[in-house]
C-alpha cells in the first residue's frame, strides 16, 4: 500500500501525491467553498478534526457554524441533519466508527431512505453520512466493523467505498452534491495512504466501477481496502503467470452491473473480496449478480472471500485470521485456475 | 448534600472516624492499585508492548473504589471504555486484567475482548463497553431482573458525562423510576468528552435531568473517596431496601489524555488546569494526608502498601507478558452459546 497507483481515472500528468485523508479534506473544503449550504456535523470535528485528524483545519477556514461540534448523540445530530437536508442545507455527517450507525439507524433506514419515496418525490433529502470502517487496527468488536452491506440492503440509500485518495476525492465531491442519502465509507487503515490526485477540480460518477488492474484469467472483484489485497496477490499472481483483473465497484448503490459481468465474461473466474461479514453480505449479492450475467461464461462457481462470520476479536492474532489476505487470495486464485 | 468545601471539615471528621481505619487502608490501597496499574499500562503503551490504544482512568481512583467499597461481591456493575478502575475496584485480579490487554489467552475473556471490554461474572462485572452508554440498559435490566427475581442486589452503572447525549439513558432512567429498580447511575464528570470541554456540549444543569424522572440525585467531591463511600453507601442501602434508583454525580479529573496516544492536550486544556488537579486534587494524596493526621496510618504504613502494590503489579505483568496468545481456533469460539448444538 505504500507505492502510489496510476489507474484509469487519473490524470496522466498529475504528480500531486497526497494522503486519502487529505484527499477527503479537500472534497470537503471545496464543495463548502462552492455552495454555503454544505455544513460538517460530528462528534470532535471542530478543533479535534476528529480522532483520525482527517478533518484538521476546516473549522479555521469554516468557523464552529459550519463546522459543528455535537453532543454524543449519534440518533438525534443525523435526525437533525435528515431535517436540515429536507429543508434545504446540505449536511455532512460525521459518524466516528461506523460501528456506531447502529444508533442512529432508525434516521437513516426508517427516515432519511424513506422521505422522498414516501412523499411521492416531494421532499428530498441531499445528505452525506461519512463513516469509518474496517478490522486489523486492534480496536476490539465495538470500533472495527465494516457495515456497509447493511445500506447497500435498504432502498434509497446510496452506498460509497473508495479505495484510493483519488477516487475518495472525487466520489465525496459527486456525494455531496447528488440530492439522496449517501453513506460514505472511509477505512480507517487506509488514511495514511497516500496517491496521486490532480491539482484541478473533478468528480467521480457513481455507478463507474474502475479497473485497477488488467487481466484476462481471473477476475478479483474487490471493495474498499481489499482492492490492495487484491492487486498484492495479483502480482503474485502474475509471478506464477496467471494475469489477474482487479475490478473494483466504487459504488455499492448504484452498482456498475456492466462492468462487473463484462470481465467476468471476458476470465471466466471470478473471486470476490470483502471485508463485512461473508454471510448475507456484499459478496453474496455481487456474486450473483455475475452468476446472472455471465453463468454461461464461468470455468468454476464463484469464490467469496468475505471477513468471517465472528465478531471481530482484540487478540492480534485471532483478529489477523478474520480479513482476507494476498495469501489466501492467491491461494483461492490458484485453485480456481487449476494450479494445485 | 456533602460537599468537601471548607467549612464542613470539621462536621465531618466525626462521621469519617466511625469507618474502621482498617477499611480506608484498605480504600487506600485499592486507589494505588488502579494508578499503579495503569502506570505500566502506559509504559507499556509507549514502550509499543501492547496493542492498540487504552483509556486511562488516573485521577479518578476515588470513584471507583469509593463506590465499590460500598458494593457486595453479588451486586453488579457496568463499566465503560475508561474502565480498568472499576473492574479492578470491583475485585478483579492485575494478572488477568494485563493478560487481557495483551490479548492473551488467560486473559479476563481470552484475550478475545481486550481493554474497553473486561468482564467478570466472579465479581459481579456485567462488562466493560465500548459504546458510550451503551451498558446503561444492561444495568438497568439487571437491576430489574434483581427485583424479579427476588434478590437483593444492586447495580452501579459508571458512564462518564458523555453518556448524557445519548437518549438511551433517558429511556431507561424514567422505566428504573417507574418500576423502582435497584441501580444507582454513576456519572463522573471529567470535565471533557474526549477533546471536547463537556460545557460545549450539554445543556443544563446535569441533575435537573434524574430529578425530571423523580430519581433522588446527589453530587460528591470525586476526588474524595471519603465522600463518594459515605453517599454511595447511602444510595445503594437505599436501593437495596428498595426505595428504587438513585444518581450520583462524581466531579473528577483524568490525569492523562483521552487515550494513551492523546499527548498534545493544549488544543483543549492548559498545562496549568492540569497541574492544579494533581498538586491539589489528587486523591490518593489526600486520604494519605487525612489518615497520616488521624493516626490511622504512618508514613511507613504508607510506603509499604505502596512496595507491595508494586511488586504486585510487577510479578502481574510478568504473568501476562509470559502467556500465550490464544490458540488459533478460538477465533471462531464463543459466537454462539451452546455452540456444539450448532
Ligand atoms: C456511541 C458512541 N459514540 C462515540 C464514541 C466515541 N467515544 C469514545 S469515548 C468518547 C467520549 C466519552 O466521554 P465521557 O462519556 O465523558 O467519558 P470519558 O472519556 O470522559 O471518561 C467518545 C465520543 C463511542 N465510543 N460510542
Ligand atoms: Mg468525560
Known amino acids: 500500500m505504500s507505492t502510489p497507483m496510476k489507474h484509469s481515472y487519473e490524470s496522466s500528468t498529475t504528480d500531486r501525491v497526497i494522503s486519502m485523508a487529505q484527499a477527503i479534506r479537500e472534497a470537503l473544503a471545496e464543495e463548502m467553498r462552492r455552495d454555503p449550504w454544505v455544513f460538517i456535523m460530528g462528534e470532535d470535528v471542530a478543533e479535534a478534526g476528529t480522532p483520525f485528524k482527517v478533518l484538521k483545519g476546516l473549522v479555521e477556514e469554516f468557523g464552529p457554524q459550519r463546522v459543528i461540534d455535537t453532543p454524543i448523540s449519534e440518533a438525534g445530530f443525523t435526525g437533525i441533519a435528515v431535517g436540515a437536508a429536507m429543508t434545504g442545507m446540505r449536511p455532512v455527517v460525521d459518524i466516528m466508527f461506523g460501528d456506531f450507525l447502529t444508533l442512529a439507524m432508525d434516521q437513516i433506514v426508517n427516515q432519511a431512505a424513506k422521505v422522498h419515496y414516501m412523499s411521492g418525490g416531494k421532499w428530498k433529502v441531499p445528505m452525506v453520512i461519512r463513516a469509518t470502517m474496517g478490522a486489523t487496527l486492534r480496536k476490539a468488536a465495538q470500533h472495527s466493523q465494516s457495515l456497509h452491506a447493511w445500506f447497500a440492503h435498504i432502498p434509497g440509500l446510496k452506498v460509497v467505498i473508495p479505495s484510493t485518495p483519488y477516487d475518495a476525492k472525487g466520489l465525496l465531491k459527486t456525494a455531496i452534491r447528488d440530492d439522496n442519502p449517501v453513506l460514505f465509507f472511509e477505512h480507517k487503515a487506509m488514511y495514511s495512504m497516500r496517491g496521486y490526485v490532480p491539482a484541478e477540480e473533478y468528480t467521480i460518477p457513481f455507478g463507474v466501477a474502475d479497473i485497477k488492474r488488467e487481466g484476462r484469467d481471473l477476475t478479483i472483484v474487490a471493495i474498499g481496502r481489499m482492492v490492495h489485497v487484491a492487486i498484492e496477490a495479483a502480482q503474485r499472481l502474475a509471478e506464477l503467470g496467471i494475469e489477474a483483473e482487479v475490478v473494483d465497484p466504487r459504488t455499492l448503490v448504484p452498482l456498475d452491473r456492466k462492468t462487473l459481468i463484462e470481465s467476468a465474461r471476458k476470465t471466466g473466474r471470478v473471486i470476490i473480496l470483502d471485508e463485512g461479514h461473508q454471510s448475507y453480505g456484499a459478496t453474496a449479492e455481487l456474486a450473483s449478480v455475475i452468476t446472472e450475467g455471465a453463468f454461461y461464461y464461468l470455468d468454476a462457481p464463484v469464490i467469496r472471500l468475505g471477513a468471517m462470520d465472528v465478531p471481530v476479536p482484540f487478540s492480534p492474532p485471532l483478529e489477523d485470521l478474520t480479513v482476507p489476505t494476498p495469501e489466501r487470495v492467491v491461494e483461492a486464485a490458484k485453485t480456481l485456475c487449476g494450479r494445485v | ?342
Not at chain 2, 464542613?8 to 488502579?34: C, F, N, P
Not at chain 2, 482512568?57 to 469509593?66: C, F, T
Not at chain 2, 446503561?136 to 434483581?146: D, E, H, Q
Request: hydrophobic share 40%; charged share 25%; glycine share 10%.
Open chain 2, 1 to 342: 448534600m456533602m460537599s468537601s468545601s471548607g467549612p464542613k471539615i470539621r462536621a465531618e471528621r466525626s462521621v469519617y472516624l466511625t469507618v474502621d481505619g482498617e477499611q480506608w487502608l484498605h480504600m487506600y490501597r485499592q486507589m494505588l492499585r488502579i494508578r499503579r496499574f495503569e502506570e505500566q499500562v502506559n509504559e507499556l503503551y509507549v514502550s509499543a508492548k501492547m496493542p492498540g490504544l487504552a483509556h486511562l482512568y488516573i485521577g479518578q481512583e476515588a470513584v471507583a473504589v469509593g463506590v465499590c467499597e460500598a458494593l457486595r461481591r453479588d451486586d453488579y456493575i457496568t463499566s465503560t471504555h475508561r474502565g480498568h478502575g472499576h473492574c479492578l475496584a470491583k475485585g478483579a485480579s492485575m494478572d488477568r486484567m494485563f493478560a487481557e490487554l495483551l490479548g492473551k489467552a488467560p486473559g479476563y475473556n481470552r484475550g478475545k475482548g481486550g481493554s474497553m471490554h473486561i468482564a467478570d461474572p466472579d465479581t459481579g462485572n456485567l462488562g466493560a463497553n465500548a459504546i458510550v452508554a451503551g451498558a446503561v440498559g444492561i444495568a438497568t435490566g439487571a437491576a430489574f431482573s434483581a427485583k424479579m427475581r427476588g434478590t437483593d442486589q444492586v447495580v452501579v452503572c459508571f458512564f462518564g458525562e458523555g453518556a448524557l447525549g445519548q437518549g438511551v439513558l433517558y429511556e431507561v432512567m424514567n422505566m428504573a423510576s417507574l418500576w423502582k429498580l435497584p441501580v444507582i447511575y454513576v456519572c463522573e464528570n471529567n470535565l471533557y468528552t474526549e477533546y471536547t470541554p463537556y460545557q460545549e456540549v450539554l445543556a443544563g444543569e446535569i441533575l435537573d435531568r434524574p430529578r425530571a424522572f423523580g430519581i433522588h440525585a446527589e453530587a460528591v467531591d470525586g476526588q474524595d473517596v471519603r465522600e463518594v463511600y459515605f453517599v454511595a453507601q447511602r444510595l445503594i442501602e437505599r436501593a437495596r431496601a428498595g426505595e428504587g434508583p438513585a444518581f450520583l454525580l462524581c466531579n473528577t479529573y483524568r490525569y492523562y489524555g483521552h487515550h494513551v496516544g492523546d499527548i498534545d492536550r493544549s488544543y483543549y486544556r492548559s498545562r496549568e488546569e492540569e497541574e492544579w488537579w494533581k498538586s491539589e486534587r489528587d486523591p490518593i494524596r489526600l486520604l494519605g494526608s487525612w489518615m497520616l493526621q488521624e493516626r490511622i496510618a504512618d508514613e511507613r504504613i504508607l510506603e509499604a502498601i505502596d512496595r507491595e502494590v508494586r511488586a504486585e503489579v510487577e510479578a502481574a505483568l510478568a504473568f501476562a507478558l509470559n502467556a500465550p496468545y490464544p490458540d488459533l481456533d478460538e477465533v471462531a469460539r464463543h459466537v454462539y452459546a451452546n455452540e456444539a448444538q450448532l
